[in-house]
């Protein structure tokens, strides 16, 4: 299988710096998308470190086998984490600084795809596009009945994060492996696009542009930006040829 990649970041209408980073390299097949906590100092400190750290470890990985993919992605993890707790502690200014991340890593017939947060990757094929992460925050939690009512703050929306890199020593990432076939679309995005526009726009966004696949994180950014852009809105599409 061959991947085409193709990504975009913008500040959006209402925020004053951009905390999102974002990193694709088609030829060895990795992207990685990150979302800083915004309300936090350093959210974009956060997720630079995110992507960069992963950049530096993926591409200084001499090898990897199919089958120590998802191992390498929960210690590439630990690792992300660890480096941005250590910054927070070099700096205490931007301490508690947090990040989401969601990356994937494209191997002969598979995607293996490590979440953590409430940035999302879908996949579009055959005209509808499926979630395939789960947002770690507390309105997904709770309704799910993973959040006890007594262990959600007073207060707390249903957006804030349950999960993110950089909030404690442990952060678990959600692992997933997705069969590759050709003319699927991956679609990885912080909440800055999820957030302002329903699944049925985005799917009919990639739908009437499918030939002009360059241009589609352009054209969903200022869907977004129209729609009000709230945040910072960060997309990425890998596609399966």
């Known amino acids: 299988m061959r991947i ?9 209408r209402k925020r004053k710096a951009n905390q999102d980073s974002i990193f694709y390299d088609e030829s060895h097949g990795l992207g990685v998308v990150a979302d800083g906590i915004g309300g936090r100092r350093g959210g974009e400190v956060a997720s630079s470190i995110a992507v960069n750290s ?13 089958g120590e993919v998802n191992s390498f992605l929960v210690r590439a993890i630990d690792e992300l984490n660890s480096d941005i707790i250590a910054r927070g502690q070099m700096e205490p200014d931007i301490a508690g600084m947090g990040t989401t991340v969601n990356c994937l890593v494209f191997v002969g017939d598979r995607l293996h795809l490590a979440h953590v947060g409430d940035s999302r990757t879908y996949m579009y094929y055959g005209g509808h596009l499926f979630q ?18 007594d262990q959600v703050q007073p207060g707390a929306k249903d957006e804030a994060l349950v999960k993110a890199l950089g909030l404690s020593p442990n952060c678990e990432a959600d692992i997933y492996e997705v069969a590759l076939k050709p003319g699927q679309i991956f679609l990885s995005c912080s909440d800055g696009l999820s957030g302002m526009l329903p699944d049925n726009e985005i799917a009919n966004i990639i739908r009437k542009n499918y030939s002009k696949f360059d241009a589609i994180p352009q054209l969903l950014i200022a869907a977004a930006n ?12 890998s596609e399966v040829r």
Do not use: C, Y
């Open 226 to 237: 129209e729609a009000g852009g709230r945040d910072n809105i960060t997309v990425l599409l």
């Open 4 to 12: 085409r990649m193709a990504g975009a970041t913008d500040i959006g």
């Open 132 to 149: 395939l992460t789960i947002d770690h925050n507390v309105g997904t939690f709770s309704s799910k009945g993973w959040l006890n009512p």
């Open 54 to 66: 992963m950049k530096r470890v993926f591409l200084g990985t001499e090898s990897i086998r199919h």
